[in-house]
């Protein structure tokens, strides 16, 4: 097999780790997603590519060309309403089936297509802009802006490739790292800080274990701080992950933007931790709270 067609789809690999602007982080974060996709399937031989993923009903290759429609159906049709077809011919079934005669180039050149336009689409927008009536949305007040539209397209990928830290070739729906003691933190209920305020994860850890007295080891107000930590390390500052918190006027606030930061490490951007199933679910359903309380929707909820 011609695995250019492959190789070529090189997208960007999501925002730079200092990263604050809230486009540049949406924007970057959809580009993982499309670039995790690629390099998933870099390397399988075409019978895998075709080839159903057990207990899952649809192939490698299958996944590609719905995501492919998906893409026109929030970008081109959706947010910009061009006259475009929604879905091939039969239905939104059919762009889960791959034809004898689809070739893996063809269907990853429609892919790469789509994304092209996608991206277009989205660099000359303001996150503010509100999708046109006439394609998707039908009335005005259906018409969400670029940065829910590009939320969406994002959950649309994320969901059939929550992938972890795996070598190329490897396609799973949720990994479990046997003999891990790991532990999530109770949910805090945090107060939120303002939506605006910037996120410096090192300066806000630092006065974290100051306001927690941890001076010399980890406690309990400091773990409070954070979503996750190494239960069998727990005397290291190290074994904590997924800060989301620092101290504002004297008090453990959370921040929207550390709240941000760790859901996008929870989808593998920025490189990721390894944690059993139930650890990602109670991770993601804390997550999920304060995107609530910030009146928004967690990335791959539901």
């Not at 941890?214 to 930590?229: I, K, M, Q, S």
């Amino acid at each position: 097999m011609d695995t250019a067609a492959l190789q070529g789809a090189n997208f960007s690999g999501g925002p730079d780790a200092r990263a604050t602007d809230p486009r540049e982080m949406l924007l970057g974060h959809l580009d993982w997603y499309r670039d995790t996709l690629v390099r998933k399937l870099e390397g399988l031989p075409e019978e895998r590519l075709r080839a159903p993923v057990e207990p899952l009903t649809w192939s490698p290759l299958s996944l590609v060309k719905h995501l492919g429609w998906a893409e026109r159906r929030w970008m081109r049709w959706g947010f910009a309403a061009e006259d475009v077809p929604s879905c091939p011919p039969g239905g939104e079934e059919a762009e889960w089936r791959i034809a004898g005669e689809e070739t893996v180039d063809d269907i990853m050149r429609s892919y790469r297509e789509e994304v092209r336009l996608s991206r277009a689409l989205a660099h000359r927008a303001g996150v503010e802009e509100r999708a046109r009536v006439g394609g998707r949305f039908r009335v005005a007040e259906e018409a969400p802006t670029l940065e829910r539209t590009t939320r969406r397209t994002s959950r649309t990928n994320c969901r059939p490739i929550r992938v972890t830290r795996l070598p190329r070739g490897c396609l799973v729906t949720g990994h479990r790292i046997e003999g891990s003691a790991v532990s999530v933190t109770s949910f805090q209920d945090l107060p939120l800080a303002d939506r605006d305020r910037a996120w410096d994860g090192a300066d806000a850890e630092k006065r974290v274990r100051d306001w927690a007295g941890a001076h010399d080891d980890p406690n309990d107000r400091y773990r409070d701080a954070h979503l996750w930590y190494d239960g069998e390390q727990k005397a290291n500052f190290g074994s904590y992950k997924l800060l989301i918190a620092e101290v504002v006027d004297g008090r453990l606030v959370a921040v929207p933007r550390g709240v941000m930061a760790a859901a996008a490490v929870m989808q593998g951007a920025r490189g990721s931790i390894d944690r059993p199933r139930d650890d990602i679910d109670r991770v993601k359903r804390h997550l999920s709270k304060y995107y609530a309380k910030m009146q928004d929707t967690a990335p791959c909820d539901g």
